[in-house]
T-cell receptor
Framework: DTGVSQDPRHKITKRGQNVTFRCDPI?????LYWYRQTLGQGPEFLTY????????KSRLLSDRFSAERPKGSFSTLEIQRTEQGDSAMYLC?????????????FGEGSWLTVV | DQQVKQNSPSLSVQEGRISILNCDYT??????FLWYKKYPAEGPTFLIS?????DKNEDGRFTVFLNKSAKHLSLHIVPSQPGDSAVYFC???????????FGPGTRLSVLP
């Protein structure tokens, strides 16, 4: 399967703990996105990479959130000192650059529950 | 400020009939529009897209219509099938394809 892969699929953590999610994009896709989705809402943009460069960050991404894509391939999203309001599905997506670059393809998502 | 709106939270349609899902946007810089389908506990799946240079795009049972002057698009599903029951998200982006803005979704239920 060559789709976007996310790990773990589910994570339950206690408030105040740190969590990290990993995303492996579709091979050769230069662009990688992180979105967050809560119940009843559409996906909300968090941040975006082109290769290893983080080109845009949403105001939703507080200081407790950090994302990396060190070699321009997989990416990690870390949340420090988790809060109950961080409970959501974290979605990773990727897209190629070029004429077909205007479509993003999502992974299955990582569910985070903060208790 | 919601740049992409889907004003119907839910829609119920009889199997075999047409489903019409609507989407409105406010940002005139948007020029590429997409529809995604989402089942519970899964990521959104890309369905169909349309560029602002077109007013219609068709793919099998799915057709998207774009009315630029009204800043409105719609997704038609004909004929509707029970497997189409899901949440449908409208999304929009500008020419650079860097930021995709999603609507809140419409839950479609296709009744057998």
């Amino acid at each position: 399967d060559t789709g976007v892969s996310q790990d773990p699929r589910h994570k339950i953590t206690k408030r105040g703990q740190n969590v990290t999610f990993r995303c492996d994009p579709i091979s050769e896709h230069n662009r990688l996105y992180w979105y967050r989705q809560t119940l009843g809402q559409g996906p909300e943009f968090l941040t975006y990479f082109q290769n290893e460069a983080q080109l845009e960050k949403s105001r939703l991404l507080s200081d407790r959130f950090s994302a990396e894509r060190p070699k321009g391939s997989f990416s990690t999203l870390e949340i420090q000192r988790t809060e109950q309001g961080d409970s959501a599905m974290y979605l990773c997506a990727s897209s190629p650059v070029g004429s077909s670059g205007n479509t993003i393809y999502f992974g299955e998502g990582s569910w985070l529950t903060v208790v | 400020d919601q740049q992409v709106k889907q004003n119907s939270p839910s829609l119920s349609v009889q199997e075999g009939r047409i489903s019409i899902l609507n989407c409105d946007y406010t940002n005139s810089m948007f020029d590429y529009f997409l529809w995604y389908k989402k089942y519970p506990a899964e990521g959104p799946t890309f369905l169909i897209s349309i560029s602002s240079i077109k007013d219609k795009n068709e793919d099998g049972r799915f057709t998207v219509f774009l009315n630029k002057s009204a800043k409105h698009l719609s997704l038609h599903i004909v004929p509707s099938q029970p497997g189409d029951s899901a949440v449908y998200f409208c999304a929009a982006t500008d020419n650079y394809g860097q930021n995709f803005v999603f609507g809140p979704g419409t839950r479609l239920s296709v009744l057998p």
